[in-house]
């Protein structure tokens, strides 16, 4: 009895933080009706409903939610007791789940993940990119990438690239036809390649600052793309003036497809760290990859 129950409690909380039965049955390796199944037993011998399930989703009840908050807690702590006590074999191991933005994956993590998982073959990495605010707590993520300024205080953040900058970037075609730029206040009189901010649901405003003055400047243009290599091809097109990182368009600016403006305007900011809560412990195998991302001291 006992046994039952405690195996059915840990697939209720995977169950529970997935709001999913497909996820959750992919994540425990066993079928959605065997998992159902096991979730109605359990409801059956707690005499209560712990799950309300839709045809599209499935949500922890008032009770369900209670139970979740008293035991969620022990059983994650004996989850991670556990897997570190596997960590203490020869060959380091672990599941490692990260979500970083597009830019980050691809200029900061990827080059690195690369070596790290040919290194330790027996540990296991989830790679969720999203250009949002992503909350890693909520998600379950044991770590996140954001710009320094973006992190919460409460965070541990290990700085994992240099300072950044951005640049204003169109084709030579573009800028004879249009013109260049002057300040960014001529914006308004440009084609410009917007970028939708996928946690608030606006049009991401471009960021300037000469000389202490700072300004945040709403362009308008044709075509709005999240993805960062179409915005650059977009811009390679001619189609406007896109707003990138530096390093993305490096080669484009040395080859002349695309030309720089306002250069002045854009100076360097505090780069990608990988953050996580303080209060979490961590596995070996989560050790190994912050040392292999780290390029300076870490800061809360």
């Known amino acids: ?17 997935e709001r999913s039965f497909t996820r959750a049955a992919a994540q425990l390796g066993v079928s959605q009706s065997a998992l159902s ?14 799950l309300t399930r839709t045809t599209r989703s499935v949500a922890p009840t008032e009770a369900g939610e209670q139970l979740l908050s008293r035991l969620g807690p022990h059983l994650l702590e004996m989850e991670q ?3 570190a006590l596997r960590d203490m074999r020869d060959k380091p191991a672990g599941n490692i789940r990260l979500t970083a933005g597009e830019h980050a994956v691809n200029a900061v993590l ?3 993940l690369k070596p790290f998982m040919a290194r330790y073959p027996d540990i296991n990495i989830e790679v969720t990119v999203d250009n949002g605010l ?17 992190i919460a ?16 970037v169109g084709s030579p075609d573009y800028l004879a036809r249009y013109g260049v730029p002057g300040t960014p206040e001529q914006l308004a009189h440009h084609r410009c390649i917007n970028m939708r901010l996928p946690t608030r649901g606006g049009l991401y405003a471009w960021e300037f600052e000469k000389a202490g003055r700072e300004l945040r400047v709403r362009v308008e243009g044709q075509l ?5 290599p179409q915005r650059i091809d977009a811009a390679e097109a001619g189609l406007g003036l896109a707003y990138v990182p530096e390093d993305s368009v490096e080669n484009a600016l040395a080859s002349g497809k695309l030309v720089r403006v306002l250069e002045s305007w854009c100076p360097p900011f505090d780069g990608y ?3 996580y809560p303080s209060r979490r412990q961590h596995t070996t195998a989560f050790a190994l990859l912050v040392e292999a991302l780290r390029i300076g001291p870490s800061s809360a």
């Open 110 to 112: 990827w080059p690195v």
């Open 153 to 168: 205080r409460d965070m541990i953040a290990v700085r994992i690239a240099p300072d950044m900058r951005m640049a204003v």
């Open 273 to 275: 760290h990988l953050y």
């Open 37 to 50: 199944h096991a979730m109605r037993n359990l409801e059956a011998r707690l005499g209560v409903r712990l």
């Open 81 to 83: 007791e556990l897997t």
């Open 134 to 150: 992503t909350d890693i707590v909520d998600g379950r993520f044991d770590a996140g990438v954001r710009l320094g300024e973006q």
């Open 1 to 17: 009895m006992l046994k039952d129950n405690f195996n059915d409690l840990l697939s209720f909380m995977v169950v529970a933080r």
């Open 224 to 228: 709005t793309l999240n993805s960062l």
